[in-house]
T-cell receptor
C-alpha cells in the first residue's frame, strides 16, 4: 500500500519563474494539505483541498495556488518565485478526522 | 492565533538516558495534539496523538499526556536508543489545519 508520494524530489529554479509540484495521496485518502518547511523550522500550513476545492488557507500570498483532481491527487503552483520560497514542500493526505500522513517532500531551491 | 512552543534544541543524550521535550500550546478552540518525528531526508511521521484532555498518547516507548490545565503536551521516553536520533515536532490541530512548533533536534550517542 503506497503512502503519500511527491514529485519531483528536488527542483532548482530561478527568481521569477513558476513551478508546479505534485502529490498523490495515500490510498483511501480524499483530502490533501500542503506545507512549506524552511530550513531549521517547523512546517507552515499553505492550504488544504477537499472535494476539488480549497477548504482552508494559511497566511500565504496569492502566488501560491493549488488544484485537486477527481482522483484526489493535487498540485501546488507557485508563481513569480522569490529567493525566500526556497524550502521543503510537504504534502499530507488524510481521510475525515484521521491524522495526516506526510510524503517525503520536494526540495525547491531558488537561485 | 493557534501556536505551539517547544523546547529549543539541540538535545544530546547518551543511550538509555531519559528524554523529555517540553511543548506548550495556545489555541482558540479544542485542539487535538500530536508529536511528529522527522528523520534526515524524510517527511514527517506521526509518533503519537491525543484528542482530548487527560488522554495519553503512546508509541515506540514514547508517551505524552494532554494537560489542558497547563496547556502542555510534553514528550517523554524512559530509555532512548541511537535510532531515536531525529527532529521532533509538537503540533496542534484545530479545524483542518496543523500548526507546528519549530522542532527539537535530538542526538543519541552510543
Amino acid at each position: 500500500d503506497a503512502g503519500v508520494t511527491q514529485s519531483p524530489t528536488h527542483l532548482i529554479k530561478t527568481r521569477g519563474q513558476q513551478v508546479t509540484l505534485r502529490c498523490s495521496p495515500k490510498s483511501g485518502h480524499d483530502t490533501v494539505s500542503w506545507y512549506q518547511q524552511a530550513l531549521g523550522q517547523g512546517p507552515q500550513f499553505i492550504f488544504q483541498y477537499y472535494e476539488e476545492e480549497e477548504r482552508q488557507r494559511g497566511n500565504f500570498p496569492d502566488r501560491f495556488s493549488g488544484h485537486q483532481f477527481p482522483n484526489y491527487s493535487s498540485e501546488l503552483n507557485v508563481n513569480a518565485l522569490l529567493l525566500g520560497d526556497s524550502a521543503l514542500y510537504l504534502c499530507a493526505s488524510s481521510l475525515g478526522i484521521q491524522p495526516q500522513h506526510f510524503g517525503d517532500g520536494t526540495r525547491l531551491s531558488i537561485l | 492565533g493557534d501556536s505551539v512552543t517547544q523546547m529549543e534544541g539541540p538535545v544530546t543524550l547518551s543511550e538509555e538516558a531519559f528524554l523529555t521535550i517540553n511543548c506548550t500550546y495556545t489555541a482558540t478552540g479544542y485542539p487535538s495534539l500530536f508529536w511528529y518525528v522527522q528523520y534526515p531526508g524524510e517527511g514527517l511521521q506521526l509518533l503519537l496523538k491525543a484528542t482530548k484532555a487527560d488522554d495519553k498518547g503512546s508509541n515506540k516507548g514514547f508517551e505524552a499526556t494532554y494537560r489542558k490545565e497547563t496547556t502542555s503536551f510534553h514528550l517523554e521516553k524512559g530509555s532512548v536508543q541511537v535510532s531515536d536520533s531525529a527532529v521532533y515536532f509538537c503540533a496542534l490541530k484545530v479545524d483542518y489545519k496543523l500548526s507546528f512548533g519549530a522542532g527539537t533536534t535530538v542526538t543519541v550517542r552510543a
